[in-house]
């Protein structure tokens, strides 16, 4: 069965605080997908990233960054300089990449995070 | 470009009472799903849609739920009746085809239904 684990519920950081989310993943698929998604108080889930399973590479889109291992089953994902605009509730997924749920997303329970000023 | 629209924003009912919500999709996006967000959790996918056929609805409680996609482009999710256990927030989503070599591709979320059953 496949299953997103993301073990903080919430976390707390003063603005230009690093701050990191974890994700462990598991699926016994060999071909998958992995994706975070950010839910601000609006409600609406924005993309933020896909990774897929053979692509192990980090990588970073400004203050954000993602490094993936398949060693740990982790997808952790990184703010740096954190700003109140980050503030949300983020969310890891996972995707099986064949088969005839694929393309279906598992998410996590997310993470609130909240950014003070 | 537009974005994936849903209506209403929120709903009111009382139990027992039918409901729908309708979703447009992404604009040449081929794949719709609609998924039911319980509040502190994630999504979890109710139906998913291939142009106009279901192919993955193992998640839908048919004996009060249904959906339809006639023509392969906006959907509507019906509840009847509905449960106080149904407040939720009822998300739509789309994707295009997966890119060469993909079998997976992002999945663009709307705002939302809110729906309340008293």
């Known amino acids: 069965a496949q299953k997103v684990t993301q073990a903080q519920t919430e976390i707390s950081v003063v603005e230009k605080e690093d701050v990191t989310l974890d994700c462990v993943y598991e699926t016994r698929d060999t071909t998958y997908y992995l994706f975070w998604y950010k839910q601000p108080p609006s409600g609406e889930l924005v993309f933020l990233i896909r990774r897929n399973s053979f692509d192990e590479q980090n990588e970073i889109s400004g203050r954000y960054s993602w490094n993936f291992q398949k060693s740990t089953s982790s997808f952790n994902f990184t703010i740096t300089a954190s700003q109140v605009v980050d503030s949300a509730v983020y969310f890891c997924a996972l995707s099986s990449g064949y088969g005839g749920s694929q393309g279906n997303l598992i998410f996590g329970k997310g993470t609130k995070l909240s950014v003070k000023p | 470009e537009a974005g994936v629209v849903q209506s209403p924003r929120y709903k009111i009912i009382e139990k027992k009472q039918p409901v729908a919500f309708w979703c447009n999709p992404i604009s040449g996006h081929n794949t719709l799903y609609w998924y039911l967000q319980n509040l502190g959790q994630g999504p979890e996918l109710l139906i998913r849609y291939e142009n106009e056929e279901a192919v993955d609805d193992s998640q839908l409680p048919k004996d009060r739920f249904s959906a339809e996609r006639l023509k392969g482009v906006d959907s509507t999710l019906k509840i009847q009746p509905a449960e106080l256990g149904d407040s939720a927030v009822y998300l739509c989503?789309?994707?295009?085809?997966?890119?060469?070599?993909?079998?997976?591709?992002?999945?663009?979320f709307g705002p939302g239904t809110r729906l309340t059953v008293l």
């Open positions: 989503a789309s994707s295009p085809l997966p890119r060469p070599g993909q079998s997976n591709n992002e999945q663009f």
